[in-house]
């Protein structure tokens, strides 16, 4: 199936389908760190069987997945292009210049006191490997050209056991009690990169049907839910913090298989090609990276503006009314500062940037 067609904004190939698929997850990450990010979940095991505790367990339990979502969508488009000097620079350039004006902003405002650590973290793109998000992603996108090279140069039996051998280590070790299997997320990017590879270079019949993959992520959705729903029952008899056990982390069973049901439905979904969607989703990733910007951006936001764990004690109405409507401007306010960056600075910066990039390259490339 062909369906990339050219996007007049970026330059670049956009499926309106997918990357309408990039928003709901985007909107799902969020509702997870409204949750997660915010202290409220320390009240909601207080109260695990509350009616406001068991909705925003159910509010944000999809974040684990959202970041499954969002990588195979990587690995299905980069397994057949090539990472440039331009590409990564816009990532890279796009990460410093959240971390820097974000953190300025805090500075000057006095919300935060400068420190060296602070400093040397706004200026560093990366700043540790373990379950950081934008850093490992940083250094799984480095890791894309050697990954391709072992996706097209093995067979297809050879790609299916390398899926076997990973399915087993990550996640089906990962999913059982007994088992403790210790990753960072650039290595399970990894193993999400060749799951959506094999997808795209072995295309199927099996793999077109929109329907079949539709009542499948609707099944895996209602057994995410049941599964939440019963491990706030057993954690409460039990006094055990295990709400997500499900889908606590990327490489759960569940958070897996609805993960890549989800991303074949989208897939297959047949919309119109849509300049607005494409616009909106070009900025998903500056979504995550202003409002999950650093642990003084979260304070700020969940904690001072929003307010959501005092948000609580209020009655349920009001509070998925607060939870909706907070998730929602979030999102539509950050892909606006998105857009006003990418129209202004990202045009002028980039470009010059990548000149000069250019300019140096050739004289190494003369000097060798």
Known sequence: MDEVIKNKRGGGTRNSNLELYRIIVMLLIVAH?????????DVMYQHPLSANSILLFLFGM??????NCFVLITGYFMCKSNITVKKFL????????YKVVIYLVFIASGYESFSLTGAGEAILPITSIGTNFTGCYLVFYLCIPFLNMLVRNMSEKQHLALLGLMFFTYIFMGTLPKFNVTMNYVSWFICLYFIAAYIRLYPKKVFEKAKLWGVCTAVLTILCILSVLC????????DKQIAFYFVTDSNTFLAVCIGVSSFLFFKNLKIKQSRVINTIAASTF??????????TMRRWLWQTVLNVKGMYYKPTAMVVLHAVLSVAAIFAICVVIDQIRIRIVEKIVLDRVDRGVQKLLHRLEENV
């Open 90 to 97: 816009k990532l890279v350039l796009e990460v410093e210049f």
């Open 231 to 238: 491990c706030v029952w057993i954690g409460a008899r039990i």
């Open 286 to 295: 500056g979504v995550l990276l202003i409002h999950a910007n650093s642990d």
């Open 33 to 41: 760190h409204y949750v997660v990010n915010s202290g409220v979940l």
């Open 62 to 67: 999809w974040g684990k997945i959202g970041i």
